[in-house]
């Protein structure tokens, strides 16, 4: 069965620093990994999707990187802004037959300080 | 519409009582996929429907549980004698086909008391 950890469980950091988080799964025989974001009260935000054959992915001040064979992920965020701060989730779709179902972690909690 | 859309956003219930959580998926959305989140903990599978169809429903927690699509669009989760242990965020979304990449709802909020 697929498992899903990330740590920190939370972080705060000041305005304008490079933060790191991190995430590994127990499974590598995976289909993608995706990168989400969630705000209090609402719903999920995708960042950045990650295919099995890639070994990252960039949109903007995030980038994204996969090591499939060690079962991690991390996810840059350079220049942190306080409109960062959000729960940071990870998760994987494993290959083969259960290629529609998300695994998720329990989430990094960002607190970016003005 | 342009995005899925779950309502209500917010349902607080008693004890023992029946709930209907709605999911209007993003229109030409095959498959649609219903996820619990509780407190602290990151989304867990539920269900996912391929057209009207169950295709996967071995997330959902108990026979209490049900969800339906009948016309392969707007589909309805379904709670019966609710308890405290059900109170969490629950999440809706779809995909064009399976397998592809998903758009969440903003959830519904169940509290029961």
């Known amino acids: 069965k697929q498992e899903v950890t990330q740590i920190p469980a939370a972080l705060s950091v000041p305005e304008g620093e490079n933060l790191v988080l991190n995430c590994s799964f127990t499974d590598s025989a995976i289909y993608n990994l995706q990168w989400f974001r969630q705000d209090p009260g609402k719903g999920l935000t995708s960042l950045l999707l990650i295919q099995s054959s890639q070994r990252e992915q960039t949109s903007g001040r995030l980038n994204a990187s996969l090591d499939k064979s060690s079962g991690r992920s991390t996810l840059y965020i350079a220049a942190s802004q306080p409109g960062d701060s959000a729960t940071y989730l990870c998760?994987?779709?494993?290959?083969?037959?259960?290629?529609?179902?998300?695994?998720f972690g329990k989430g990094t909690l960002l607190t970016v300080n003005p | 519409g342009a995005g899925v859309s779950q309502t209500p956003s917010n349902k607080v219930t008693e004890k023992g009582k029946y709930v209907e959580l709605r999911c209007d998926p993003i229109s030409g959305h095959t498959a649609l996929y219903w996820y619990r989140q509780s407190l602290g903990q990151g989304p867990e599978f539920l269900i996912y429907?391929?057209?009207?169809?169950?295709?996967?429903d071995s997330g959902l927690p108990n026979d209490r549980f049900f969800a339906v699509r009948p016309e392969g669009s707007v589909s309805t989760l379904k709670i019966q004698r609710t308890e405290r242990g059900d109170s969490a965020v629950y999440l809706c979304a779809s995909s064009p086909r399976t397998g592809e990449v998903y758009t969440f709802g903003s959830g519904t909020r169940l509290t029961v008391v």
């Open positions: 998760a994987v779709k494993n290959s083969g037959g259960s290629n529609y179902k998300l695994t």
């Open positions: 429907f391929q057209g009207t169809g169950a295709a996967d």
